[in-house]
């Protein structure tokens, strides 16, 4: 199957050498990201739900670049230097998603690029 590269600049640019996402077939596949401000390429401030926003924000834009929606995600990874902030990330998260929700892990891990709070990447079939 072919590959395609997806970007856009309604989300942040990646800080390596990879793609926001890569689209194979009718599945997309999402780098991480963290709460990065598309504008400025700045950490947005603020709390770990402020900065859970931002990220889904993110790959929300990233999810219409490749002709999607958050609604056609299969499986969600989550990322977390405190998992004491589960319940808060739940609680964004269930303002982006409804039943039929994602597959989804959630790890802590001990540090996350540019000192975020939290990161997402995702996998996403096209209907």
């Given amino acids: 199957?072919?590959?395609?590269?997806?970007?856009?600049?309604?989300a942040p640019?990646?800080?390596?050498?990879?793609?926001q996402a890569v689209r194979v077939g009718d599945t997309v596949y999402f780098s991480g990201q963290i709460p990065l401000d598309p504008a400025t390429g700045n950490l947005v401030e603020g709390d770990i739900s402020t900065q859970t926003r931002r990220?889904?924000?993110?790959?929300?834009?990233?999810?219409?670049?490749?002709?999607?929606?958050?609604?056609?995600?299969?499986?969600?990874?989550?990322?977390?230097?405190?998992?004491?902030?589960?319940?808060?990330?739940?609680?964004?998260?269930?303002?982006?998603?409804?039943?039929?929700?994602?597959?989804?892990?959630?790890?802590?891990?001990s540090a996350l690029p540019k000192g975020a709070q939290v990161e997402v990447d995702a996998v996403m079939v096209l209907d």
Avoid at 13 to 19: D, F, L, N, Q
Avoid at 64 to 84: E, H, M, N, P
């Fill in 13 to 19: 640019s990646a800080i390596g050498p990879y793609s």
């Fill in 55 to 109: 990220v889904f924000d993110n790959l929300t834009a990233v999810a219409k670049a490749a002709g999607g929606s958050l609604a056609q995600f299969a499986r969600v990874g989550i990322y977390v230097t405190d998992l004491a902030n589960f319940a808060a990330v739940n609680a964004v998260m269930a303002e982006y998603f409804q039943a039929r929700y994602p597959a989804r892990s959630t790890i802590e891990v």
């Fill in 1 to 10: 199957m072919p590959r395609s590269i997806v970007s856009t600049d309604q």
